[in-house]
């Protein structure tokens, strides 16, 4: 007894009960392989994609409270993973385009252009929010789905490994343990295999889930906090044009 809990233990026995397992065994131990390395490349290449955005998104914003629009616009392209970047140039965009083609009102229509003005805006900001929360989102359903299925997979071959190990019973006729510690031990593989893969990658789709959660707040603000500034700037500039 105490040798084969040794074996299954011991770091070398337990590569080779796997080298040593049935071709079904190792396919399904190369399959979690590949599926936890897959995520842990999703999981660092989100890390790393959410730093450059937290980090753009405070500088963009520092620049949008500290510059006029104008100014904030010929610099917006330096932010190219900001999401509130992306969702000020769109905006900026289409609002000069739209006051272009109401050929400059006067005061009399201040009520009427403002109004659709902030219809305009309203559109395409809730555009490019989807836009970039969807963004955000890109990859995430690769954890989910390695999260989800390794423990399956895993399971899949713990019942491969106990089938395999009650057929070297019936072939052999032994009962002990001996005879079927690698067909169990196999199993245990499977089975401690698809956990590792699958915990670290729920894990990580939970804590970005949260991020993207977080982000999708942050531009819900900068757009009311936009809506606001550029209404002002409207205002004061249909008072100017009217005197």
């Known amino acids: 007894m105490d040798s084969v809990l040794a074996q299954l233990t011991d770091g070398q026995s337990l590569l080779q009960v796997v ?14 392989l590949l599926l936890s390395s897959l995520s842990w490349a999703v999981i660092i290449l989100k890390g790393l994609q959410f730093y450059r955005f937290q980090k753009e998104d405070q500088n963009f914003l520092n620049l949008f409270r500290e510059s006029s629009l104008d100014q904030t616009y010929k610099q917006v392209d330096i932010f190219p993973q900001s999401s509130l970047a992306y969702i000020f140039r769109k905006a900026y965009q289409e609002i000069n385009q739209t006051y272009r083609r109401l050929q400059k009102p006067t ?68 009962t ?27 894990m990580a789709f939970n804590h970005y889930r949260n991020k993207v959660r977080n982000l999708g707040g942050q531009m819900r603000d900068f757009s009311l906090e936009l809506t606001n500034r550029i209404e002002w700037v409207l205002y004061e500039q249909l008072a100017q044009s009217g005197k």
């Not at 065994?25 to 399959?31: D, F, K, T, Y």
């Not at 395409?124 to 890109?138: C, G, K, L, P, T």
């Not at 510690?181 to 245990?188: Q, R, V």
């Not at 089975?191 to 893969?197: E, F, V």
């Open 19 to 32: 080298f040593e397992g049935t071709l079904i065994g190792q396919l399904v131990l190369v399959s979690l």
């Open 107 to 174: 005061s009399q229509h201040s009520e009427a252009t403002v109004s659709l003005l902030n219809e305009r805006l309203q559109r395409v900001m809730e555009r490019s929010f989807n836009e970039r929360y969807a963004y955000s989102e890109h990859r995430l359903n690769i954890l989910a789905s390695v999260s989800g299925a390794s423990p399956y997979v895993g399971l899949f071959g713990t019942v491969l490994g106990v089938i395999d190990a009650f057929q070297g019973i019936g072939i052999s006729g032994i």
């Open 176 to 202: 002990s343990l001996a005879a079927v510690a690698p067909g169990i031990s196999e199993a245990l593989i499977a089975t401690a295999a698809g956990l590792l893969a699958a915990i670290p990658a729920l």
